[in-house]
C-alpha cells in the first residue's frame, strides 16, 4: 500500500535559518504529492503541491520537487519566520481516482525570534 | 461560511455512549472524506462520499463507525458504544470534484474525548 515518512522531529531553528523536511514515499503507480500545514489553533491548509515527475510546487516561500528517482519531496524555505512555526505534513494521492490522502506522521516546527 | 465546518469543536463522552459529528462542506463540493488524527500523528483516511454516494468505507475501524451523507451536503459520523481508542481528532474535507491532484479543503475537526 501507500505510505509517506517524514523525517523525526520537532525541528527548532532561528529565524532567517535554512530549512529542509525531509519527505520519502512508497507508492503504485504515479502518486499526486502535497505538503500541508496546520497552524497553531487552525485547520490543515495546503501549502504546495506537485502532481508528476520533476514538478516543483511552491508558495510563501516554501518548494518542493516531486523526485521520482529518489521517491522524495523536501520540503525548504530560505529563510525562515516566527510566523512559519506549525505542524507540517507530507502528503500523497495515488491508488484512487477520486484522491484519498495517505499522510506523514508530521513534523513539529518551531521557529525562535 | 466560505469554508469546511465541523460541530461540536470538542465533544466529552463516556465510554459506550453513541457520539455524532456533523461536517458542512462548501457548498457545491462533490467529494467529502473523513480522517482520523491521533495525539501526534497524521491523519488516517475513513471514508469517502462522492455526493450522496459512500464509495469507500475501506478505513473504518470497525462497524461501530457509520457515516452518512444524504443529501449530498452535509455528513454525519456516528460512533455506536465509544470506547478510549476511539479518541482522537476526527477531520472531514472536501473537494470541488474528484480526482487525485485536487486540493482538500479541512474543517477544524472535532475534538473527541472518551473518558
Known sequence: GNSVTQMEGPVTLSEEAFLTINCTYTATGYPSLFWYVQYPGEGLQLLLKATKADDKGSNKGFEATYRKETTSFHLEKGSVQVSDSAVYFCALTGGTSYGKLTFGQGTILTVHP | ?115
Not at chain 2, 6 to 24: E, F, I
Not at chain 2, 33 to 43: D, M, N, S
Not at chain 2, 51 to 56: F, G, K, T, V
Open chain 2, 1 to 115: 461560511g466560505a469554508g469546511v465546518s465541523q460541530s461540536p469543536r470538542y465533544k466529552v463522552a463516556k465510554r459506550g455512549q453513541d457520539v455524532a459529528l456533523r461536517c458542512d462542506p462548501i457548498s457545491g463540493h462533490v467529494s467529502l472524506f473523513w480522517y482520523q488524527q491521533a495525539l501526534g500523528q497524521g491523519p488516517e483516511f475513513l471514508t469517502y462520499f462522492q455526493n450522496e454516494a459512500q464509495l469507500d468505507k475501506s478505513g473504518l475501524p470497525s462497524d461501530r463507525f457509520f457515516a452518512e451523507r444524504p443529501e449530498g451536503s452535509v455528513s454525519t459520523l456516528k460512533i455506536q458504544r465509544t470506547q478510549q481508542e476511539d479518541s482522537a481528532v476526527y477531520l472531514c474535507a472536501s473537494s470541488l470534484r474528484p480526482g487525485r491532484n485536487q486540493p482538500q479543503h479541512f474543517g477544524d475537526g472535532t475534538r473527541l474525548s472518551i473518558l
